[in-house]
């Protein structure tokens, strides 16, 4: 038992993280069976969590008003409450596998139609969020780590350090606040102007002046996370004895740190930074909220208001999908990028 | 570090029984609290963090709970700062800095018991999962990288939605979202710790699981789950702001995120009250900013390599 015990603290650390050694096939394989077992657990989770409800999901669905008992009964049999959890069960897998995620109670349409058209926005916000979040990032990163010490650095990780601590949802009702109500530079919410019909350009300018605030807010939250990790590893690479050796060489400072700091430290960075993307999409549930952005995220807080349970379980079911899909294909890019782990 | 030589020569029968090793860690406690002095920044933090806890802990006598009471105000609604109110009135005329006292109680009480939560479920899964091999540990590790992975907010609104709003949900749904990245760090401490010697020599001489992970892990984890639990009431607080503004708070009990979604609920941000905007987020950050301070600070004096990051 004791025997075992120790072998396995030896062993242990190559069942989670895989080792130099291990062939690429047998990585991937392993990534993917933990992504497999998060996306099963998901898909549990999402049936079973919203079937523990205490009360009558039809009496809430009435919400309160008269009903007889008749119509309780066309309505349970309409969602296929009547039949026993097993049943329900089985019929939310198939359906699962269909596409179907059911019909939402609220807006009378299947749920994957709802979703479906709400992706885009989403994916518009937190694309052109991360995007712009990753150059400044990265950017001020290295600057930071090069001059460290300097007021120029001191500023930038305070800021930064800052902004951590800023609730998402906050720093958009201060953007609505001066640039929205007082200032009147953009619109408040919504993702075109209500009754507009304007196409083609006009169209791209009136969604770009919607998009800018919840943006700028989402920037401002996520850029300071990348600003933090490449001023550490670029200061892990900056004792090092290869920028020693650029610099007897002869290069400048500047060549110094372009050339050969900064490649060394973006490595870790751009994993870290592919493993936050997934991150992202979760935080847009605010910024959405807060500028009624019609996207997963406001569609999210419209199911909990109702509250709109099928609804709610379908965005939980494909967010957390997305999530852990994109989680996967950060495992499988680091690998990729990372030249000291693949071969042995 | 050696305990003073003279209390293990004195067991006599009238000088109180010593316990040497809880001497060591009185004395390693000096220490680190020593050091933490000598930290600026985290002293400062501490040193308003302990305010603000006095100023919630006084909030019946500061801001009698009368002066909420809406069928009983004077003032009128949205009011600008002034005199009577220095941080001005709500929309239903209250005094935004008595809310603002009293919302303190309900954030920092959420934001302490849902830290507690979360540290209990991580240190003992990853405590389990260091410590078992084969089916236990894989399974205890698959979990991990569940909530690792899963989208922490969505699940929480989940949850919450499901057992209904309410002060408990919001601890019960942050404390079960946000426990996975201490069950990772414990779980690498735990391989670190029982790679060593002694815990070959606490087996050899027939000592339990129960034994080893009481005696030797969990005091070994400790001081890093302390400096990590600072940082985890920050990000707690932050959290249940978040919960409370999409309305999965206590309708009847006032916190600064509910504050805020009523801010947003009654148009003060676009109508221009910056007065209700402003008090309560710069109530968030100061204190979120407070932990964070402290909790690095004690980081440094705990993890020695990494001062100067």
């Known amino acids: 038992m004791s025997a075992s015990q120790l072998v396995g603290a030896e062993t242990a650390k190559d069942l989670d993280e895989p080792g130099r050694g291990t062939s690429w096939l047998r990585y991937v394989a392993m990534k993917a069976g933990g992504s497999l077992f998060s996306l099963v657990m998901v898909v549990l989770l999402g049936f079973f969590a919203f079937r523990i409800l205490p009360g009558d999901p039809v009496r809430s669905l009435a919400d309160g008003r008269q009903v007889t008992a008749e119509q309780m009964d066309i309505l349970r049999k309409q969602y ?17 596998f269909r596409g179907n995620l059911g019909d939402s109670y609220t807006y009378n349409r299947p749920v994957m139609e709802l979703i479906l058209d709400r992706l885009g926005p989403t994916l518009l916000l937190t694309g052109t969020a991360a995007a712009l979040s990753v150059v400044l990032g990265l950017w001020l990163g290295q600057r930071t780590a090069w001059r460290r010490g300097s007021m120029f650095d001191k500023a ?49 300018w009136d969604v770009a002046r919607h998009l800018t605030l919840p943006m700028l807010t989402m920037v401002a939250v996520v850029y300071a996370q990348y600003l933090m990790v490449m001023r550490a590893s670029l200061l892990e690479e900056m004792s090092a004895d290869y920028l020693v050796t650029a610099r007897a060489k002869g290069l400048r400072e500047d060549q110094v740190r372009r050339k050969h700091a900064v490649p060394n430290a973006l490595l870790p960075t751009v994993t870290l930074i592919f493993l936050t993307l997934g991150g992202l999409i979760g935080g847009a549930v605010t910024v959405e ?56 | 570090m050696s305990a003073p030589s003279g209390q293990e020569t004195l067991p006599t029968n009238k000088a109180p029984k010593i316990n040497v090793a809880a001497a060591r860690r009185r004395q390693r406690a000096g220490e680190v609290w020593r050091e933490f002095c000598s930290n600026r920044s985290g002293l400062i933090g501490l040193v308003v963090l302990a305010i603000v806890i006095g100023l919630a802990l006084l909030a019946p006598i500061l801001a009698p709970a009368e002066t909420l009471d809406v069928t009983r105000i004077t003032a009128g609604q949205n009011e600008p700062p002034s005199w009577a109110n220095p941080l001005g009135t709500d929309p239903s005329g209250r005094s935004v800095l008595a809310m603002l006292i009293w919302g303190a109680r309900v954030s920092l009480l959420v934001g302490f018991s849902a830290t507690a939560v979360s540290m209990v479920i991580g240190t003992v899964v990853g405590m389990a999962a260091g410590h078992f091999t084969g089916w236990t540990q894989a399974a205890l590790m698959r979990l991990i990288d569940f909530f690792l992975v899963v989208p922490g907010l969505v699940l929480a609104i989940v949850l919450s939605s499901i057992i209904g709003p309410g002060v408990t949900t919001i601890i019960v749904a942050i404390g079960i979202t946000s426990w996975a990245g201490t069950a990772r760090i414990v779980r690498s401490q735990t391989l670190t710790v029982e790679s060593r010697a002694y815990i070959e020599r606490s087996w050899a001489l027939g000592a339990s699981n129960a034994h080893i992970i009481r005696k030797h892990v969990l005091p070994a984890v400790m001081p890093l789950v302390l400096a990590n639990t600072t940082l985890t009431v920050g990000s707690a607080v932050i959290a249940e702001s978040t919960l409370s503004f999409l309305g999965l708070g206590d309708p009847s009990s006032i916190s600064w995120g509910s504050m805020l979604k009523m801010a947003l609920d009654t148009g003060a941000a676009t109508g221009g009250f910056w007065w209700y905007v402003l008090s309560p987020g710069l109530a968030i950050v100061g204190v979120v900013l407070c932990f964070t301070l402290v909790g690095r600070a004690l980081e440094s004096v705990i993890n020695p390599t990494l001062r100067g990051r």
Do not use: E
């Not at chain 1, 097993?86 to 359906?95: E, G, S, V």
């Not at chain 1, 930038?156 to 530079?185: E, K, N």
């Open chain 1, 80 to 96: 296929g409450l009547d039949q026993p959890v097993i049943a329900q069960f089985w019929r939310y897998l198939t359906d699962l």
């Open chain 1, 289 to 344: 909220t807060v500028f009624s952005w019609p996207g997963l995220g406001y569609l999210t807080f419209q199911a909990l208001s109702a509250p709109d349970f099928p609804l709610l379980q379908g965005t939980f079911v494909v967010f957390s999908s997305i999530v852990i899909i994109m989680n996967f294909f950060a495992d499988i890019l680091y690998r990729v990028l990372d030249p000291r782990l693949r071969t042995a």
């Open chain 1, 156 to 204: 930038h990780t305070g800021i930064a350090l800052t902004l951590w601590s800023v609730p998402t949802f906050w720093l958009g009702l201060l953007m609505l606040l001066i640039f929205g109500g007082t200032l009147h530079w953009f619109p408040t919410g919504g993702m075109v102007t209500a009754g507009s019909t304007a196409t083609g350009l006009a169209y791209v």
